[in-house]
């Protein structure tokens, strides 16, 4: 193996070879003034699926702009690159976003981890980015950014609507399933203070591992505990690993099951039996409400050919932060950060325009969105396979609010936030 | 009293558990075993297996005219018996594709073949993505084993003990056609000397071909079983290589009865941690592992491998 | 590898001033070719990496699966001690490469008598270890979120205060880590040491004969690929502004395996180095065009393993070797 006559040859041509396979990669700098925007929602990873439904309510809201000539008379250009649900490969897809593509803003996240690191990266150059359906809260609150802004509800948020109620109406005695990370630490928290608060007992926590497939031994241990709720904050593919197997064992009505939010696209095309007990969403495309039923419209008109034939909360999520910053910039008739920053801190939506029952608002203070909260349980009369959730009641956003958040979360200064123009 | 009476379930429950973790060894120990491969596409073919199922059992017959009403109007347990057999075959076929592939590989470093089956497994994966779409799915199974029954206050899932009782039924077949069968022991001599079962005249090529597609097909046999209780996403696999792999090592390469044992300690180790300690249940088997290979080089009843060199 | 080296060997070599010339100006071309100085930084902070493992992987023949377990600890360590003791970037690397040699230290105690697939398999069971304990331990580790706002801080050189704020000063700063790494592995192998690794990796059996300690040399390869990964991932914290459990993951241990194979660890020094930057230029190209990258990104280790096994660096070698005989005659390269 002769390796000092031949190396010398063999790094000039791979250094030729590297610069040949990018230059093809370069040509596409567009003619005129768009307006790029990166979208960085994952394409693999557990979140493939919710990332995907993300994507396509974001590219529904530029199509709308774009077709009116798109936002200060600049069309709107969109990158795709997957972040694979892993938060280094986040940073680095900001980073290349940021100095390669030159964005002018960042769109996107499902998985908590993902978004913390992208927003890093993007409050380092100043770039405003849309973190659009992860909900974990420390998203609002330890790890919020001047130029972050959160628009699903939280765990937190998720809690304060559910749980009170829950002790009057079914019982004292509790369980608590916690995935074993921050997310659901952090859930379960605020499940087990508002519980106990309302004079409820937690029996016991059982700890849940990230990447747990068999739920049998807690599900056993959970008979023998016999408690009268199950409060679960278990996510992902935990999640969906845990609720067909409590289906199979028909324990979904056994007891009250509370469970954080459960997004549409994890849901959608399963049986109704696999949803159980109560759980959280932002949204659902069967209100009564005006506007509804054009939306829905709207969607299979844009998108036929999708499994998914009506919109979900995940796309109502990106569709929202999209429309929003767009109408935010068109405010401040610049696309300026600081400026489109201050529109959106106090961006307010009437309820009759964003489709859910209270009015909407950014709270300045976390910049995440506060916005109706509505508990839901499986609809198991219905004939109609996409009607798959009964919405059981709603909560305005004053009383599901996030309090420990405007504490914890400490805002960068505007001085600290370096002024970025597109 | 209590205490046992507390136990109990998690002991059957472990049991049953560990028999399922048998199942997802069994074509991987197959693979290393006979031909010293470590096949990381493993768990892409676990999931291949059942997606193909579901599609057997669930199909879309609408270019398929009159066969396709004939088809539709079989009950499910017809359905599901057909995929039963049909999607491991097909998944066979794909594993001896693989294989033919990996004939390039042969005689050179084991990491070789082990890159080219972690390549496998990328574009497995990813095809299913683009066939199947990347939203969770379910496969229908049978009435008669779906649901659940009581037993001592506590209820246990009907399909779970099926898919043990299908696991043990699995284990059996398999011992079965190596220890009673002339294919099975010319396996088992290949696995042990190659030269000398090609001196005795056996076709090499054509036997790994066979091991290698009988092991794919037990990966989709695997994953046509197991589906049901874990969920339906393309990538379930990821989660099927580890614990395969450490049972196989636990075990000791090369032995059967090692990897069943080792499967049901896993179970059991696994259902114990869960109920007791829940926050260590995934840890528990890697440090099983540790355990075991720090005290038994090779593993329970491994015996000695080119592996290891 | 055969050793014509025999006389003596050069502290620098033409191929390493190629190497020096041509990624230590990346900032002067990379942009017009369309790549990025963060990108630089990572192919530096992977090089690096790969070039220690590959003393483990190529030059020992001992496959780590687990090898991501001491990148990260060297990343944790840096940010804990950058957070926690000293704001000093040389004190946090410091602090990195001892970690990751600590930890690979103590898990070579288990591995140095195992080998082959028993040996690839610990590593592997104690990487998803150290993977666990980095999510559940989040009091230090800030569990799954990572170890977040770990600013670049200011590194001082010869008397001079640098700011590593910007992505081009962090790539010169990890670029001059790279070339000392690169002297020192290179003196490394080429010492009575290396000699010893690799005749472990032709037969660990006869090495023992020949009166090797074994034992011994497995474990400090193992601690010394330990410290560099270490030290990799100081500067890949120091690059992320954060450390996250992911880089420990399974998935991530096999991707340093992966390049270092694709480049052609087993035949060439520089293997590690090609792969590094063929693995990430391929991604970063793939995965802005297609959302189905993995499936071309699988089709191309398949291919590379189906036709050239010995990487990218043995394909040149074959293609130099033919070159050199002007009438190549009919048998085939074979790849040592």
Request: charged share 15%.
């Amino acid at each position: 193996m002769k390796m000092r006559n031949t190396t010398t040859r063999l790094m000039t041509g791979a250094a030729a070879c590297a610069v040949a396979s990018v230059i093809a990669a370069s040509g596409a700098v567009a003619a005129g003034n768009p307006l790029l925007i990166g979208l960085t929602s994952d394409a693999s990873g557990q979140y493939a699926n919710s990332g995907a439904s993300d994507r396509r309510g974001m590219m529904m809201a530029i199509e709308e702009f774009n077709s009116k000539g798109g936002v200060l008379g600049r069309q709107i250009k969109t990158i795709h690159i997957d972040t694979e649900t892993t938060p280094a490969t986040g940073s680095r897809v900001a980073e290349r976003m940021i100095t390669r593509d030159k964005v002018g803003f960042m769109i996107g996240a499902v998985s908590s981890g993902v978004a913390n690191a992208i927003s890093q990266v993007a409050q380092k150059y100043g770039v405003v980015y849309l973190n659009t359906n992860s909900s974990s809260p420390t998203e609002s609150g330890k790890n919020c950014h001047r130029v972050k802004f959160v628009w699903d509800g939280n765990g937190k948020n998720f809690a304060q609507a559910a749980v009170k109620n829950a002790v009057s109406k079914y019982g004292k005695k509790w369980v608590l399933m916690t995935n074993d990370y921050v997310w659901g630490h952090n859930t379960s928290k605020a499940t087990r203070s508002l519980a106990e608060g309302a004079g409820a007992k937690i029996a016991e926590e059982i700890m849940i591992p990230q990447g747990t497939r068999d739920f049998s031994s807690s599900l056993l241990k959970i008979q023998q505990l016999n408690p009268k709720v199950v409060a679960a904050a278990v996510g992902g593919d935990d999640q969906k690993a845990m609720r067909t197997q409590i289906s199979q064992l028909d324990m979904g009505t056994k007891y009250a099951w509370i469970n954080n939010q459960q997004d549409w696209p994890d849901v959608y095309g399963l049986p109704t039996k696999n949803l159980f007990g109560v759980f959280g969403t932002t949204w659902y495309y069967k209100f009564d409400l005006p506007g509804v039923k054009e939306f829905n419209a709207k969607y299979q008109k844009m998108y036929p050919h999708t499994k998914m034939k009506v919109p979900g909360n995940v796309f109502y999520n990106g569709y929202w932060a999209t429309r929003s910053l767009m109408e935010a910039i068109e405010k401040a008739g610049t696309t300026e950060n600081h400026a489109v920053i201050k529109q959106l801190e106090q961006l307010r939506i009437p309820a009759a325009v964003r489709m859910q029952h209270d009015d909407a608002f950014m709270n300045p203070k976390t910049h995440q969105m506060q916005q109706t909260v509505y508990l839901a349980r499986a609809n198991l009369s219905s004939k109609d396979k996409n009607d798959m959730f009964e919405i059981v009641a709603h909560a305005s956003p004053a009383t599901v609010k996030d309090g420990s958040a405007d504490t914890t979360c400490k805002l960068e200064s505007f001085a600290d936030t370096p002024k970025y123009t597109p | 009293m209590d205490i046992i009476l507390n136990l109990l379930p998690h002991l059957v429950n472990g049991l049953a558990l560990g028999l399922l973790f048998a199942l997802i060894a069994l074509g991987f120990m197959l693979i290393v075993g006979v031909m010293e491969l470590i096949n990381l596409a493993h768990g892409s073919l676990f999931a291949l297996g059942a997606y193909f199922a579901m599609s057997i059992i669930d199909p879309n017959l609408t270019y398929f005219g009159t066969f396709g009403e004939w088809y539709s109007g079989l009950s499910l347990t017809l359905r599901y018996v057909v995929a039963l057999a049909l999607a491991p075959a097909l998944v066979a076929v794909v594993g001896m594709g693989l294989e033919i592939c990996m004939r390039r590989t042969y005689g050179k470093k084991a990491e070789y073949g082990l890159l080219l089956t972690y390549g496998a497994a990328l574009v497995i994966e990813e095809t299913i993505r683009i066939v199947w779409g990347s939203a969770e799915q379910v496969m229908p199974i049978p009435d008669a084993v779906s649901g659940a029954f009581m037993a001592g206050g506590m209820i246990y899932s009907n399909y779970r003990f099926f898919a043990a009782g299908f696991g043990l039924l699995m284990i059996f077949v398999v011992w079965l056609f190596l220890e009673k069968t002339p294919y099975g022991a010319t396996i088992k001599a290949g696995a042990h000397d190659s030269e000398m079962v090609r001196a005795l005249g056996v076709n090499l090529t054509r036997l790994r071909l066979l091991v290698f597609g009988l092991g794919a097909s037990l990966s989709a046999v695997a994953g046509i079983i197991l589906t049901p209780i874990w969920g339906l996403r393309p990538h379930v696999g990821v989660d099927v290589v580890i614990p395969a792999f450490l049972i196989i090592v636990v075990g000791g390469i090369g032995s059967f009865w090692g990897a069943v044992i080792a499967g049901v300690m896993v179970g059991l180790v696994v259902a114990f941690s869960g109920a007791y300690v829940s926050e260590w249940s995934m840890m528990s088997m890697y440090l099983l592992l540790i355990a075991v290979i720090t005290f038994r080089t090779r593993g329970l009843f491994g015996k000695k491998s080119s592996l290891e060199l | 590898m055969k050793s014509s080296f025999a006389v003596s060997t050069p502290v620098i070599t033409k191929p390493m001033l190629v190497l020096f010339a041509v990624l230590g100006t990346f900032p002067l071309w990379g942009t017009s070719v369309g790549l990025y100085n963060y990108l630089g930084v990572e192919i530096v902070v992977w090089i690096i990496y790969a070039l220690g493992f590959n003393m483990l992987l190529g030059y020992t023949g001992l496959p780590s699966f687990g090898h991501g377990a001491y990148f990260g600890v060297g990343a944790y360590a840096y940010s804990l001690s950058y957070l926690n003791v000293f704001e000093s970037v040389w004190a946090g690397i410091l602090f990195g490469s001892i970690a990751g040699g600590v930890a690979a230290g103590l898990v070579a105690c288990f591995l140095s008598h195992r080998r082959g697939i028993y040996f690839a398999l610990m590593t592997i069971a104690f990487g998803q270890v150290f993977w666990f304990v980095s999510i559940k331990w989040h009091t230090l580790t800030g569990g799954e979120d990572g170890l977040l706002n770990v600013y670049r801080g200011t590194v001082s050189v010869v008397g001079a205060d640098i700011s590593l704020k910007s992505n081009e000063t962090l790539f010169y700063f990890a670029f001059a880590i790279l070339v000392a790494v690169t002297l020192l592995l290179w003196r490394i192998v080429h010492s009575p040491y290396g000699k010893a690794l690799q005749a472990i990796r032709m037969s660990e059996m006869r090495a023992g004969f020949v009166g090797y300690n074994v034992w011994l040399m497995k474990w400090s390869v193992f601690t010394l690929s330990g410290i560099v990964a270490g030290l990799a991932g100081s500067i890949f914290a120091i690059a992320q502004e954060s450390a996250y459990p992911d880089v420990m993951s399974l998935h991530a241990s096999g991707f340093i395996v992966m390049m270092t194979l694709i480049g052609g660890g087993f035949v060439s020094f520089w293997g590690p180095v090609i792969g590094a930057i063929v693995f990430f230029v391929a991604r970063d190209f793939l995965g802005s065009l297609t959302e189905t990258w993995l499936l071309w990104y699988g089709l191309m280790f398949m291919g590379v393993m189906l036709f050239k096994p010995e990487g990218i660096a043995g394909a040149w070698q074959d293609f130099m070797k033919r070159r050199a005989t002007p009438k190549p005659s009919k048998e085939p390269v074979a790849g040592e």
